[in-house]
T-cell receptor, first 114, second 114 residues
Framework: DTEVTQTPKHLVMGMTNKKSLKCEQHMGHRAMYWYKQKAKKPPELMFV???????INESVPSRFSPECPNSSLLNLHLHALQPEDSALYLC?????????????FGPGTRLTVT | AQSVTQPDIHITVSEGASLELRCNYS??????LFWYVQSPGQGLQLLLK??????LVQGIKGFEAEFKRSQSSFNLRKPSVHWSDAAEYFCAVAIYNQGGKLIFGQGTELSVKP
């Protein structure tokens, strides 16, 4: 099973809402990633978790709050977002963290902030 | 600074024709190079990767890429394109000792004419 699943597929939220994105993998991977992708642009790394510990935070605003409750799950909690945060949010996982690691991507959550 | 350049924003080829997508990187050490494909509204799928060794690497779906250190290039090729190959293609480099962080090129959108 080489699948990374993400829920929901689509999310529309107001600027005062609180919502969460969920990512799951059952490949035994110990590194998990959140990326943000705007239309017609490449993905941009937001966070990396390695062995359930936050390893990289690419200076992401605090209105995005990641959580890794166990080795299979990765959440992204959203609060007080801005319209410019509308994007495709991609989750990825790899066996371990490192430059040789093959990252498997999920299908993404399409987020619209109104 | 490390960077990846994909000079062609959009390429159109006829079905059955050969394809070459260009990728140039700027990186001081031995690069870890990847090609990903993204169908509309989907996540990224790894086509192939290069770390060391044979400079011609084979990937999935009939794709191959050639690493040329002298030209700082890692071009993707396919001898005969199928309509299902229409997608966005991203070249990426992983930075050594930065936890698997990928630097993506801007992407090349491939259209296939019947």
């Amino acid at each position: 099973d080489t699948e990374v699943t993400q829920t929901p597929k689509h999310l529309v939220m107001g600027m005062t809402n609180k919502k969460s994105l969920k990512c799951e993998q059952h490949m035994g991977h110990r590194a998990m990633y959140w990326y943000k992708q705007k239309a017609k642009k490449p993905p941009e790394l937001m966070f990396v978790y390695s062995y359930e510990k936050l390893s990289i935070n690419e200076s992401v605003p605090s209105r995005f709050s990641p959580e890794c409750p166990n080795s299979s799950l990765l959440n992204l909690h959203l609060h007080a977002l801005q319209p410019e945060d509308s994007a495709l949010y991609l989750c990825a996982s790899s066996q371990t963290q490192g430059e040789r690691s093959k990252q498997y991507f999920g299908p993404g959550t399409r987020l619209t902030v109104t | 600074a490390q960077s990846v350049t994909q000079p062609d924003i959009h390429i159109t080829v006829s079905e059955g024709a050969s394809l070459e997508l260009r990728c140039n990187y700027s990186y001081g050490a031995t690069p870890y190079l990847f090609w990903y494909v993204q169908s509309p509204g989907q996540g990224l799928q790894l086509l192939l990767k290069y770390f060391s060794g044979d400079t011609l690497v084979q990937g999935i779906k009939g794709f191959e890429a050639e690493f040329k250190r002298s030209q700082s290039s890692f071009n993707l090729r396919k001898p005969s394109v199928h309509w299902s190959d229409a997608a966005e293609y991203f070249c990426a480099v992983a930075i050594y000792n930065q936890g698997g962080k990928l630097i993506f090129g801007q992407g090349t959108e491939l259209s296939v004419k019947p």
